[in-house]
């Protein structure tokens, strides 16, 4: 499972019953920047059952995970345009974590880095998804 390879995992487990998937998310955008780090963002519609308490007086039907890559070793980058629904992948090799994103012919990415934790994540309300 993609939590897996987070750093700082655990308390994203037991927020979510370790159910929280980005599968069939939507990218909605990525920054390179501050020498080596990439900041990746993503809209999933699949909400695990359980989620924060604190979460329950909000209305939303989405959550927003912003992921943190750190200490990129090797980036490639190709397409013109994020906003696409995608399963991205992760995996581990030789210590490092490669993360890829592909959307048909039209985008390709993939990152390998050192470290990847949440950045942040919250729920989120997305008029399209009523």
């Not at 209305?59 to 995608?86: D, H, M, P, Q, W």
Request: glycine content about 4%; some cysteine.
């Amino acid at each position: 499972m993609w939590l897996d390879h987070l750093q700082g995992r655990e308390k994203i487990k037991f927020m979510f019953n370790d159910e929280l998937s980005l599968d069939d998310s939507e990218f909605e955008n990525l920054l390179f920047y501050d020498l080596s780090k990439v900041r990746l963002c993503f809209k999933v519609k699949n909400i695990p059952k359980k989620t924060p308490k604190k979460w329950k007086q909000i209305k939303f039907n989405g959550i927003s995970i912003t992921l943190e890559l750190i200490a990129i070793n090797n980036l490639i980058l190709n397409g013109n345009r994020v906003g696409f629904i995608c399963s991205p992948l992760i995996h581990q090799e030789n210590n490092k974590f490669i993360f890829t994103i592909t959307n048909k012919e039209e985008f390709f990415f993939s990152c390998t880095t050192d470290v990847i934790f949440i950045d942040s994540i919250y729920p989120y309300w997305d008029q399209r998804w009523k």
